[in-house]
């Protein structure tokens, strides 16, 4: 409903403004700013979604993990600050859900100490209430911060308990069963570091993916995303760049487990507003194209 | 005459909507105190009405964008000395001049062998108030002259290595990436994005756009022949940066827009 | 005298300053940290010719009953009473008044006029971005493939994100090291014409 | 331009026999560990002190050599402890720890403060003694002890060498040209459109009636595009002065501001009509980006000057003010040295000064021999850059050292 609506309203202005632009008219710029306006407040108030199809480097993330048989372990870092979270933070909440609805046990942890709070509020807001079955210690566990940047990697590539003698809630790892057959991060199936700035991504890539041959993946703020094209798909198995590759993780999700259908997807639900007034902006270039070629061969004639 | 009537009528209106906004939200606030609620409601309205003004600037110039931005300057002012005051005055200063006066402030003081030096700039700092008497008013420019001669100190050198010789020397890349031989580099061509074919293009572009960027920049040259031909790559080089910067901004600047509707829907109207 | 003093002050002041970049030694850097200290303390002192010169436009104004006085009245009034919450006593930076002042009336203005850049960022791409010439087109399809980025356009997505996130690493960076190159030039050689004397004009003539 | 290709050509010879003797450098997995916890690593060797180099006197270098277990022998160590003190048979409690440093790492840089009363405060010509731990996973090893050393102060940096052949380079080249100019010879610069506009522009706002705005950005007086801007504000207000228009000069910043005054009022002075100077043309509306460009882009609106010109350090305003001048009407030129603001300029100002033009300027307008002769020694220092980098990289390809890759990193010379 409010899709036709807004394809109505936003369609026919344009065509509208198309139509002056060829007659030759000149479109007032209170127009553009009417129609950025109340594209933009359709898409809020409509909660337009759009069908976000998974581009290759996000699809690859979405099919490792969703073909590792069950009980793979897959270590996913909070390496970010609350300054990112709006892009960064969905990204790892869809990680958490695909993780644990295929039944592989996720260990947390951070390289930095701002992570380490926004970890606690993913385990409170996301993993608690909707896998209320999945058993601390067995299914998952939060292995907290360490301080030491790229130096953590270092020692936890080749032994876990000499950085982490203990889980973030102080028991120790021989206590916990999922760290069983755990020496150090080389026994991981899948690393996936969600992050930012530094360390991140590419630190994990350097000094833990590569040196441990062991699969990695990412989730990157926009800013920093194009710099870790270039590690893809050799030494990244994928990446999601920014609210896009969020969402479009958010939409695979959505396809495969419709169970997740009336969760919260705040990449998806953001990137509604996004793809229409970029629509719009594409058409006024379009069209202010028509207008100048119109004009000059007009121009022409004369 | 007939503007001046309708500029009444809408800020008659502006009014009205303003009052039933304050008078519903004083109504639906959430605290126990009722003055709390009819504060809240009023600067929830307050602040919706300044957002909204902001945004008929976007039709043209009027009264309600000159009382937004009138009283944006001002309270940026007041904000700017306060805060000029007790971050840089009373945090910085205060504690390495006088330990009286940090003690009145509350802050440590900080014993240091040097606090004589401080006065230095203060003297400066008082030679520029001169302006304000017209008769030694040209004192001020010693203070001016010490501005501008630090300022070109500082930048004659401090900056050259990040803006200049780190750029230079991070130009020195390889422009055959594990290269193996031709017959390897053919057989193994692919447009991934890890690939070597994209590697050695990268760094082809690179270094030849930082030296045709360069070649643009040249003042004393025409743009004629070859140095033509290489000042015009530099600027399809630069054009290109331009656009591909210009179009990945759009999305940052978006948000912001949907950052404020969603305050005036979601905030203020409770419909979302 | 009132010329020769502040181009002396310029040139000796220029000078050691730059050479201090060179000297680690103590007595230099307590030098470099006297001469920042300086330019805020300067600063601080300058705020007072700032504000004089904000009242004495405004008053003028008010004075002259001339266009608009009206609104000069609103700025220096809030300018006073948020100096006066921010400076008495009641709590300073953190006293309740002056973080209600800064929290519902500067932020909300703040945010408004930021997010004016939306509106703004489409009409100039509406004005702007017209394949005039060889040149204009290059920068209109650079632009257009970062905006494609964001959109669904199935198969083409990939290619698009790729050759996207290619422009901004790799001409991007060749731009930016160019313009810093020059850059890095051109301020060096404008702090050179400013220490040796060559641009005077700010020194005042009389 | 022959000389151009040839550099070239040169390289691309140069490329390719470097791509002959090319060879893949195949790195080492890292060693395997056996785990063997709660046995104390062996202590670090041969542990060195000496003065920090390059430093303001507060400053020691501790070195060693790696203890046997880290990252081979039992792997068991995680880090290095360095502790100080004054006098080497103090009790354990009284050495302090000044640093640590994870595994792998045989140096580290103590680095203290000169105030005495300060925390971290490292005395200058007194003896210090040092000792360096391995940690392993909650033990430590026996201790590695080394000492005395004594922090001295350096004269020289011998790390900014670069900087200083660049400074005297340019130095000699500009005094050079500075002299070649004054004996007349004529020194060619090419036209730049957003220059000459500046011309026109002035000439249409007294055609028109109307004012001119010139905007000095949000920096301080502490940047040096600021400064740049004031050398062309000077120049242009000597022009708006013989057309006989007006300007309007909303500032930022109040040291600015002050700056701003004396040189529209020089640059009136300087056109023979003191008197036409308006004190209150150039004042002062808030130190805070937005608050600022509400003001100007009011002013724009209700002004709605015949030309903007927008020169020096910008943020994201860049657009906001650009727009709004496109609605007024006026003819817009912009310059900056934030390269992230450039678009912004080139899509909504009929002019851009890109980087280091804006710094050019005021040499384009004012023509004057002493300052053509610094362009000229700018180009020189470029066409030496472009020399370098091609016979730099020609080195590191035929050498195949990475001692270029970084040539103004180490202190190589």
């Known amino acids: ?302 | ?272 | ?206 | 331009m022959k000389y151009i290709i040839l550099l070239f050509l040169t390289c691309l010879s140069l490329c390719l026999s470097q791509a002959l003797l090319a060879q893949t450098a195949s790195s080492d997995p890292p060693a395997e560990a056996a785990l063997v916890p709660s046995e104390p690593p062996a202590p670090p060797s041969n542990v060195r002190v000496s003065d920090l180099a390059n430093d303001d006197g507060h400053g020691i270098r501790v070195t060693w050599d790696l203890s046997p277990d880290d990252g081979a022998g039992r792997s068991s160590v995680i880090s290095y402890d360095i502790y100080r003190t004054l006098n080497p048979n103090d009790p354990d409690s009284l050495w302090k720890k000044v640093g640590t440093v994870v595994l792998g790492v045989r140096t580290y840089a103590d680095r203290g403060e000169r105030e005495p009363g300060s925390g971290s405060y490292l005395p200058k010509h007194t003896n210090l003694y040092y000792r360096v731990y391995a940690v392993g996973a909650g033990v430590r090893s026996a201790v590695a002890t080394a000492g005395p050393a004594q922090a001295t102060d350096d004269w020289f940096n011998t790390m900014k060498v670069p900087e200083l052949i660049f400074c005297l380079v340019f130095l000699v080249l500009t005094v050079r040209f500075i002299n070649m100019a004054k004996k007349g010879i004529d020194l060619y610069v090419r036209p730049l459109a957003g220059i000459e506009a500046i011309d026109e522009a002035i000439g249409r706002a007294t055609e028109m009636g109307k004012p001119i705005l010139y905007v000095l950005g949000i920096g301080t007086a502490g940047d040096i595009a600021t400064i740049a801007s004031f050398t062309v504000l000077g120049r242009v207000a000597r022009k708006v002065a013989e057309y006989q228009t007006s300007m309007i000069v909303p500032c930022c910043d109040p040291v600015v501001m002050t700056i701003a005054q004396e040189t529209v009022k020089t640059g009136y002075a300087d056109a023979g009509r003191p008197d036409a100077y308006k004190e209150d043309s150039v004042y002062y509306v808030t130190s805070q980006q937005f608050p600022f460009v509400a003001a100007v882009n009011g002013t724009i609106l209700r002004e709605k000057p015949a030309t903007n010109i927008y020169l020096g350090y910008f943020a994201a305003e860049s657009l906001l003010l650009a727009e709004t001048g496109v609605l007024a009407g006026s003819i817009q030129i912009a310059g900056t040295d934030q390269v992230s603001q450039l678009p912004f300029f080139v899509v909504a100002c009929d002019y851009t000064l890109l980087g280091e033009e804006l710094y050019a300027a005021s040499a384009y307008l004012g023509r004057e021999p002493l300052l053509l002769g610094t362009l000229k020694a700018q180009d020189y220092l470029k066409a030496i850059v472009l020399v370098c980098m091609v016979a730099l990289l020609a080195l590191r390809m035929i050498t195949g050292a990475d001692v270029i890759s970084k040539p103004f990193d180490a202190p190589w010379w």
Not at chain 2, 72 to 94: D, H, K, L, P, R
């Open chain 3, 1 to 206: 005298m009132k010329q020769q003093i502040p181009l002396v002050l310029v040139f000796v002041f220029g000078v050691l300053l730059a050479i201090q970049y060179f000297v680690p030694s103590e007595p230099s850097q307590r030098f470099y940290e006297v001469a920042l200290d300086g330019l805020t303390v300067i600063g601080i002192f300058a705020m007072v010719l700032g504000i004089w010169s904000q009242i004495h436009v405004g008053y003028n104004k008010i004075k002259r009953r001339a266009e608009d006085w009206q609104y000069s009245v609103v700025t220096l009034v809030s300018m006073f009473g948020m100096a006066f919450c921010g400076l008495s006593f009641m709590g300073g930076l953190n006293g309740p008044i002056f973080r209600q002042l800064y929290n519902n009336i500067f932020i909300p203005i703040q945010a408004a006029i930021f997010s004016l850049l939306a509106f703004y960022i489409a009409s100039a791409s509406y004005r702007a971005f017209r394949a005039r010439s060889a040149v204009s087109t290059v920068l209109l399809v650079a632009a257009l493939l970062l905006m494609l980025r964001v959109i669904p356009t199935g198969p083409l997505a990939d290619p698009i994100n790729q050759i996207g996130s290619w422009m901004l690493m790799v001409p991007n960076m060749a731009a930016k090291r160019a313009i810093l190159i020059g850059v890095g030039l051109g301020s060096v050689a404008t702090a050179l014409k400013i220490v040796l004397g060559i641009e005077r004009s700010y020194l005042g003539k009389d």
């Open chain 1, 1 to 302: 409903m409010g899709l036709i609506i807004s394809a109505v309203v936003i369609g026919g202005g344009l065509l509208w403004m198309l139509y002056l632009s060829i007659k030759g008219q000149d479109v007032d710029r209170r127009i553009v700013y009417v129609f950025v306006g109340a594209t933009v407040a359709l898409a809020i108030i409509f909660r337009l979604e759009f069908g976000e199809v998974a581009t290759p480097i996000v699809k690859s993330v979405f099919d490792k993990i969703e073909n590792l048989p069950a009980g793979s372990k897959i270590v996913l870092s909070y390496d970010f600050d609350p300054a990112m979270a709006p892009e960064v933070n969905p990204m790892a909440n869809a990680f958490i859900r695909h993780i644990l609805e295929k039944k592989h046990r996720l260990y947390f942890m951070s390289l930095w100490a701002t992570g380490q709070s926004l970890l606690s509020v993913s385990l409170n807001d996301v993993l608690k209430p909707e896998f209320p079955d999945a058993k601390y210690g067995v299914d998952y566990c939060n292995l907290g911060y360490k301080a030491g940047n790229e130096g953590v990697l270092n020692v936890v590539i080749t032994n876990f308990r000499k950085m982490f003698p203990s889980d973030a809630n102080g028991n120790s790892l021989d206590s916990l069963p999922m760290f069983k057959d755990v020496e150090s991060l080389k026994d991981m199936d899948l690393l996936i570091s969600v992050g930012g700035g530094k360390p991140g991504v590419k630190e994990w890539i350097l000094f833990a993916g590569d040196p441990g041959k062991v699969a990695m993946a990412g989730g990157s703020a926009a800013v920093s995303a194009p710099l870790l094209y270039p590690y893809w798909p050799r030494q990244l198995i994928g990446l999601l760049g920014g609210t896009k590759g969020a969402a479009e993780y958010e939409a695979e999700l959505i396809k495969t487990y419709p169970r997740f259908k009336d969760k919260s997807m705040p990449a998806l639900r953001m990137m509604g507003p996004q793809t229409m007034a970029h629509v719009v902006i594409i058409a006024f270039i379009v069209i202010g194209n028509v207008a100048y070629f119109r004009s000059r061969k007009k121009g022409g004639q004369l």
């Open chain 2, 1 to 272: 005459m007939t503007s001046k009537i309708a500029m009444r009528i809408l800020t008659a209106i502006v009014a009205l909507i303003f009052l039933v906004s304050w008078i519903t939200r004083s109504g639906s606030g959430m605290s126990d105190s009722a003055f709390t609620n009819v504060r809240d409601g009023f600067l929830i309205t307050f602040a919706v009405f300044l957002t909204l003004s902001i945004f008929s600037f976007l039709y043209r110039d009027n009264p309600f964008y000159k009382f937004a931005e009138s009283l944006y300057v001002g309270i940026s002012a007041g904000y700017w000395m306060s805060y000029g005051f007790w971050s840089t005055i009373v945090g910085n200063f205060v504690p390495r001049a006088s330990r009286s006066l940090s003690e009145f402030f509350h802050v440590p003081y900080q014993e240091r062998a040097d606090h004589i030096l401080i006065y230095i700039p203060i003297i400066f700092g008082l030679i520029l108030l001169t302006r304000l008497l017209p008769k030694i008013g040209w004192l001020s420019r010693w203070s001016l002259a010490f501005i501008i001669g630090a300022t070109a100190g500082l930048n004659l050198t401090r900056y050259l290595r990040s803006d200049f010789i780190s750029q230079v020397s991070n130009s020195f890349i390889p422009l055959f990436v594990d290269w193996k031989g031709a017959g390897d580099f053919v057989s193994h061509i692919s447009l991934a994005a890890d690939g070597q074919f994209i590697a050695i293009l990268s760094n082809w572009v690179i270094f030849v756009g930082v030296m045709c960027g360069l070649v643009y920049f040249f003042f004393s040259k025409e743009h004629k022949g070859a140095f033509g031909v290489a000042s015009r790559i530099g600027i399809w080089i630069l054009m290109i940066t331009f656009g591909a910067s210009f179009g990945y901004t759009v999305m940052g600047r978006i948000s912001l827009l949907v950052g404020r509707i969603t305050f005036l829907f979601g905030d203020w109207l409770n419909i979302l």
